[in-house]
């Protein structure tokens, strides 16, 4: 709904003064800012201007649009000239407003769009030109209706503009050097922040380089690590192996008879050195993958292949009637194209764990298909897993075994002795083969350790097998 509220004619100059003031004035009873007053009258003078200068004259209206709190004083200004060439490209920006027949008013259409929350221009040749602009109320201002408007109106009205030209001019010289002194301020306050930004640059660009200083600090550490633990791997395996082949050689009575005290102190020290070299084993893998030179040797091979290797080599470490060790069927599942003895590495390491933590019940091995991502075809990848009656582990400690040297502390824990060493390499070895690993437990019910492999391994593909048609499986 529109209110109107004055009409001013523009048929000489005085009048653009005149609605410049009103402009003001209604803008001050309104309660616009001071600024917002000067925008609104700056606007209206300018688009009145145009109208008397370059059009010969016209109209200028002033109205209340809207209700509530999108309440707009609203201004139009209809002139009797030939129109605006080219408006599209004076609205854009592109070029300077010029009339029908000669030169025109320079920027003023684009500078008043800028300072009014709304700006609409419709020109046609020989029709001349309107323009309706408005600004929208503060947003703190309440509704202004009937009795607050007329006197709003009553007051304006009450002064005649006529009378004080001299006073008008006077004002918007004080506009103007106020707003002078605003930009003096936003350029002193650019300034500082301009300064304030090269000095946060210049210390970006320090840190950045103690940053590159400390990453190649870390590379270095990480790579004596690496160096480290390969070495000392291959230190420590020649005299294990001396150890392993000692207690088997007493062991065998090649030297003699043993007392029942000596074979068992025997046996204690051939499985402590079985032990140590296992963690040896996982310390130089896990050294050959940090430094990049674990390779993957990709070959087609059947599930069931791996799973009686597997039966073969587990069944014998269990040590208690209390156990069992199953294995799934694997009837439907593909052929594989994988690094067969890293993806044996990591089911053996979740078994030697369900085997060490796990005191009654079953342990369970099997695999089965799913797609690589949600609505993929199926059979883009396997998952194979170990499921065990265990202790279990509590969610919070899921990430942290499979941390290297990652432990989780509880009484069975205390008694099986361990490194924190297996999971990580199973980790980094399903990594390598471009999968991933996860667990599913809960204490006292259990865990499921899981990892997931693509069915073919991105790798070449020399060795893969033929059928009677000459298409690979």
């Given at each position: 709904?529109?209110?109107?509220?004055l009409?001013?004619r523009?048929?000489?100059?005085q009048?653009v003064?005149?609605?410049r003031?009103r402009?003001?004035?209604?803008?001050?009873?309104?309660?616009?800012?001071p600024?917002?007053q000067t925008?609104?009258?700056?606007a209206?003078?300018?688009?009145a201007r145009?109208a008397?200068?370059?059009?010969g004259?016209g109209e200028?209206?002033?109205?209340?649009?809207?209700?509530?709190?999108?309440?707009a004083?609203?201004v139009?200004v209809?002139?009797?000239g030939?129109g605006?060439?080219?408006?599209?490209?004076?609205?854009d920006?592109?070029?300077a407003?010029?009339?029908m027949?000669g030169?025109?008013?320079?920027l003023?259409?684009?500078?008043s769009?800028r300072l009014m929350?709304r700006f609409?221009?419709?020109s046609?040749p020989?029709?001349g030109?309107t323009?309706?602009?408005?600004?929208l109320?503060?947003a703190?201002r309440?509704?202004?209706?009937?009795a607050e408007?007329e006197?709003i109106l009553?007051?304006?009205?009450?002064?005649?503009?006529?009378?004080?030209s001299l006073?008008?001019v006077?004002?918007q010289n004080?506009e103007l050097v106020s707003t002078?002194?605003?930009?003096r301020?936003r350029q002193?306050?650019?300034?500082?922040l301009t300064?304030?930004?090269e000095?946060?640059n210049?210390g970006?660009?320090?840190?950045y380089a103690?940053l590159?200083?400390?990453?190649?600090?870390l590379r270095r550490a990480?790579?004596m690590?690496?160096?480290?633990?390969?070495?000392?791997s291959?230190?420590?395996r020649?005299?294990l192996?001396?150890i392993?082949?000692l207690a088997?050689?007493l062991?065998n009575?090649?030297?003699?008879e043993?007392?029942?005290?000596?074979?068992r102190?025997?046996?204690l020290?051939l499985?402590s050195?079985e032990t140590?070299?296992e963690?040896?084993n996982?310390l130089?893998?896990l050294?050959?993958i940090e430094?990049g030179?674990?390779e993957?040797?990709?070959?087609?091979f059947?599930p069931?292949?791996?799973?009686?290797?597997?039966r073969t080599?587990?069944?014998p470490l269990l040590?208690t009637p209390h156990?069992?060790l199953?294995?799934?069927?694997?009837a439907g599942?593909?052929l594989?194209?994988t690094?067969?003895?890293k993806?044996t590495?990591i089911?053996?390491n979740?078994?030697s764990n369900a085997?060490?933590?796990?005191?009654?019940?079953?342990?369970?091995?099997?695999?089965?298909?799913?797609s690589g991502e949600?609505g993929?075809a199926?059979?883009?990848?396997?998952?194979f897993?170990?499921a065990d009656?265990?202790?279990?582990?509590?969610?919070?400690?899921?990430?942290?075994i499979?941390?290297?040297?990652?432990?989780?502390?509880?009484?069975?824990?205390?008694r099986?002795?361990?490194?924190?060493?297996?999971l990580?390499?199973?980790?980094?070895?399903a990594?390598l083969l471009?999968?991933e690993?996860?667990?599913?437990s809960?204490?006292?019910?259990?865990?499921?350790?899981?990892?997931?492999?693509?069915v073919?391994l991105a790798a070449?593909v020399?060795d893969?097998p033929?059928?009677?048609?000459?298409?690979t499986?």
């Open positions: 709904m529109n209110t109107p509220l009409r001013i523009l048929d000489t100059a009048d003064v005149v609605a003031r402009a003001r004035e209604l803008a001050a009873g309104l309660g616009f800012s600024l917002d925008r609104i009258a700056s209206v003078s300018e688009i145009n008397f200068e370059y059009a004259g200028a209206t002033f109205a209340l649009e809207g209700e509530g709190p999108r309440q004083l609203g139009e209809r002139d009797r030939p605006v060439r080219d408006l599209a490209a004076v609205l920006g592109t070029q407003c010029t009339p027949n030169p025109g008013p320079g003023g259409i684009t500078g769009r929350d609409d221009i419709r046609e020989g029709a030109t323009v309706a602009m408005a600004r109320l503060p703190e309440a509704e202004v209706r009937g408007l006197r009553r007051e304006v009205c009450e002064r005649d503009p006529r009378d004080d006073a008008e006077q004002q004080r002078l002194d605003e930009l301020e002193d306050e650019l300034a500082r300064q304030e930004l000095a946060t210049r970006v660009v320090a840190l103690e590159d200083e400390r990453a190649e600090e990480d790579l690590k690496t160096r480290f633990l390969s070495n000392m291959h230190e420590l020649t005299p192996s001396s392993r082949a088997n050689l062991l009575r090649l030297d003699g043993l007392s029942v005290e000596q074979d102190q025997v046996r020290i499985s050195a140590l070299g963690t040896v996982d130089l893998d050294a050959k430094a030179k674990t993957v040797s990709p070959a087609w059947d069931a292949d791996l799973f009686a290797a597997l080599m587990l069944t040590d156990v069992t199953e294995f799934a069927a694997t599942l593909p594989l194209y690094d067969e003895p993806l590495q089911l053996r979740f078994v085997l060490k933590y796990t005191e009654r019940g079953h342990i369970r091995v099997g695999a089965q298909c799913e949600p993929g199926p059979g883009e990848h396997i998952t897993f170990v009656t265990g202790i279990g582990i509590a969610p919070e400690h899921h990430q942290i499979f941390e290297e040297f990652g432990q989780v502390q509880n009484l069975l824990q205390q099986v002795k361990g490194t924190g060493l297996g990580p390499l199973c980790r980094k070895l990594a471009g999968g690993v996860g667990v599913d809960e204490p006292g019910v259990g865990s499921t350790f899981r990892v997931s492999v693509p073919h070449p020399e893969e033929e059928t009677s048609d000459g298409a499986p």
